[in-house]
T-cell receptor, first 113, second 111 residues
Framework: NAGVTQTPKFQVLKTGQSMTLQCAQD?????MSWYRQDPGMGLRLIHY???????DQGEVPNGYNVSRSTTEDFPLRLLSAAPSQTSVYFC????????????FGPGTRLTVT | DQQVKQNSPSLSVQEGRISILNCDYT??????FLWYKKYPAEGPTFLIS?????DKNEDGRFTVFLNKSAKHLSLHIVPSQPGDSAVYFC??????????FGAGTRLTVKP
């Protein structure tokens, strides 16, 4: 099992550009989520999904879109990047709502200039 | 609006001694609390959790204590080892799937 994988590891964008951060898991987990980590802020939930076809907003959803067409994949889209979106992004998966334990990917470090 | 707070950004402990990491929360709707450990350039890894109906959970060298009346939890590591040096995040989950994390405490265990 590869667990949770994220691509790319690093990315530099110019303001206004769009891109998609990829996340995949091979554990057949129902629940997936995206977080951003900023200095002194801990991890903040952006969007989450409780299953294929179902997504919902977290604490800081503005500027990001998600979709969940398969159980395995949960991409995060930045439609028009802004410097405030410079952060480290983590994808996580959980077996189901009862499990609570999350498995995190290695992260994507995004810089928007 | 930080609902989960870790007021100590860093903690330094001698190998073999006890490490105590603290966490406070404000939302009484949280039903589950978790601790994660994070090494540089890696994602957080789950360490230990506790349900809001319990006041203690133990797993080897790691014990989490929950004081609901004070809205406070703590992670005890005994004995501390150099490999425990990492950033520790406290997290809390509400019934509506809302997960909130603290800002983290960097633990350094000196040999």
């Amino acid at each position: 099992n590869a667990g949770v994988t994220q691509t790319p590891k690093f990315q530099v964008l110019k303001t206004g550009q769009s891109m998609t951060l990829q996340c995949a898991q091979d554990m057949n987990h129902e629940y997936m989520s995206w977080y951003r980590q900023d200095p002194g802020m801990g991890l903040r939930l952006i969007h989450y999904s409780v299953g294929a076809g179902i997504t919902d907003q977290g604490e800081v959803p503005n500027g990001y879109n998600v979709s969940r067409s398969t159980t395995e994949d949960f991409p995060l889209r930045l439609l028009s990047a802004a410097p405030s979106q410079t952060s480290v992004y983590f994808c996580a998966s959980t077996r189901d709502r009862v499990s609570y334990e999350q498995y995190f990917g290695p992260g994507t470090r995004l810089t928007v200039t | 609006d930080q609902q989960v707070k870790q007021n100590s950004p860093s903690l330094s402990v001698q190998e073999g001694r006890i490490s105590i990491l603290n966490c406070d929360y404000t939302n009484s709707m949280f039903d589950y609390f978790l601790w994660y450990k994070k090494y540089p350039a890696e994602g957080p890894t789950f360490l230990i959790s506790i349900s809001s109906i319990k006041d203690k959970n133990e797993d080897g060298r790691f014990t989490v204590f929950l004081n609901k009346s004070a809205k406070h939890l703590s992670l005890h590591i005994v004995p501390s080892q150099p490999g425990d040096s990492a950033v520790y995040f406290c997290a809390a989950r509400a019934y509506n799937n809302d997960m909130r994390f603290g800002a983290g405490t960097r633990l350094t265990v000196k040999p």
